[in-house]
């Protein structure tokens, strides 16, 4: 007989909130942090309803069927699975089609027989996790997120001292801090400190206070219990999701945090991340959304051995860790962009055609592709390697040289303007000028130059 999951996941729910109340009667975590918990695990099959209907609203039914996913191998299982059946006790994997997809369905092959072929398709993976696990949560939250916490106070502390006493009672004081919130789990930290610096004027209890105050409190960091990860083929899919998960649902997107274009990661790592309230505006439940590329979730998949590595030991020299991962992941976004070449290179010449043939008013089969967004690099960064292609152009280093008619200075600039869009809102920036994509290839040349362009203003901004 098949297990009702509604029964199988009420007594997960049962006993995830007697090991919160066993841990919190330990003293390892505290009341506040103990709430906060049991909101997130108290009734696992409502939340998960609710991540598939934030799902179902974005995307709309599942173009495949529901699949189960071992998170251990990164693989879908070949076992599909009822609705019915769906539950928080494991990982699912579907996948949807964007709707909103700024690419349009631009990269295709024709093969024989007219049978076409898509480079790029609007279909995002979906991969549903189940949830998790509350023993490694509450390790989470009393180990590096409560090394975050303590950092951040000892650094605000410091701040706010330097300016009013000698470095010698500063010193102290933080040694003292620093023991006491070794031997204590404490979230309160104002009033922990101020208890600490006992003989503090007006002035400076205001300050500590302020500075304090607005520092974020370990089990705050704790957004993944209910967690997605969504794979698209390019950035651009992407972002168009995240802004039509803001334009949709505004009032339930706590955060995006978007890193395709950071190069300052020591670990390279690219991706972007959505917090969504699954819960109620007066009782809080993030969801968290992971949006990445498929090629470079390949890459990804394989670094579990690293983190494994840190977890066991997370007082190790990371260093060398930190340069291999940057090193493999390097080579995840050089993938990505030979792609992206690939697709350069595809819609060239039906660029090229659509601008020279584009007559009066009409409007080009490529008007407003790839759709901007909001989430792009600087105006001015973008003004600047747009007049120096500019100037690229006049001089001849980049022109259109397969055309049945000549094509006048604007024509070509018009054409190079519109790669060079595409470039810079799909390519992923590599952390060095030098680290380009071999190839002599008109596609291949104008990847490179807008990207070494891009290497450039941030090295100068550094």
């Known amino acids: 007989m ?13 006993r995830n909130l007697a090991y919160i109340d066993k841990v919190c009667a330990s003293g390892r975590i505290n009341n506040e942090t103990a709430a906060y918990l049991k909101r997130l695990y108290k009734d696992g099959m409502g939340c998960y309803r609710e991540v598939f209907h934030v799902l179902g609203k974005c995307f709309g039914a599942p173009k495949t069927a529901v699949t189960e996913y071992d998170p251990v191998t990164d693989s879908s299982v070949n076992k599909p699975i009822k609705i019915a059946d769906i539950n928080p006790l494991s990982s699912y994997l579907v996948n949807h089609r964007l709707d909103a997809d700024p690419m349009r369905n631009q990269f295709f092959t024709s093969g024989a027989a007219h049978k076409i072929d898509l480079s790029v398709s609007s279909i995002v993976t979906v991969i549903v996790g189940a949830q998790k696990n509350v023993e490694r949560a509450i390790d989470k939250i009393t180990g590096k997120y409560y090394r975050f916490f303590t950092e951040d106070v000892m650094t605000s502390v410091h701040r706010v001292l330097s300016d009013s006493r000698d470095d010698k009672y500063a010193e102290d004081i933080l040694e003292k801090i620093r023991i006491y919130f070794s031997n204590h789990y404490v979230t309160d930290a104002s009033e922990t400190v101020l208890s600490i ?16 105050d607005c520092i974020k409190k370990p089990h705050q960091h704790l957004n993944d219990v209910w967690r997605v990860k969504c794979l698209f083929d390019l950035v651009p899919q992407a972002r168009a999701f995240i802004e039509r998960l803001n334009v949709m649902m505004p ?45 470079f979730f390949e890459f990804e998949r394989k670094t579990h051995d690293y983190y494994a590595r840190i977890r066991e030991n997370p007082n190790m020299e990371n260093a060398k860790i930190e340069r291999e991962l940057s090193k493999f992941m390097e080579n995840g976004i050089r993938e990505y962009n030979m792609m992206i070449c690939h697709c350069l290179d595809d819609l060239f010449d039906r660029v090229g055609w659509n601008i020279l043939y584009s007559r009066g008013g009409d409007v080009s089969l490529f008007e407003g592709f790839p759709r901007e967004c909001k989430m792009y690099y600087p105006t001015h ?28 200075l ?29 190839g002599n290839t008109t596609a291949i040349r104008l990847f490179n130059f ?13």
């Open 2 to 14: 098949q297990p009702d999951v509604n029964l199988l996941t009420a007594d997960r729910d049962r």
């Open 197 to 212: 610096v006992d003989d503090a004027d007006k002035k400076l209890v205001a300050n500590l206070v302020r500075e304090l």
């Open 251 to 295: 009032e339930r997107v706590i955060s995006v945090r978007d890193k395709f274009y950071d190069i300052d990661n020591p670990r390279n790592y690219r991706d972007s991340k959505v917090i969504v309230n699954i819960g109620t505006p007066d009782c809080v439940i993030p969801m968290e959304i992971i949006c990445q590329v498929r090629t």
């Open 381 to 408: 960064m973008l003004d600047t390697i747009l007049t120096k292609l500019d100037t690229a152009v006049k001089n001849e280093i980049f022109q259109v040289t397969n055309s049945s008619s000549k094509l006048d």
């Open 410 to 438: 604007t024509q070509q600039i018009a054409i190079f303007r519109f790669m060079a869009r595409f470039i810079l809102v799909s390519a992923m920036p590599r952390s060095n000028v030098g680290s380009s994509i071999p």
């Open 450 to 462: 807008v990207m070494n362009e891009v290497c450039r203003y941030y090295n100068k901004e550094k």
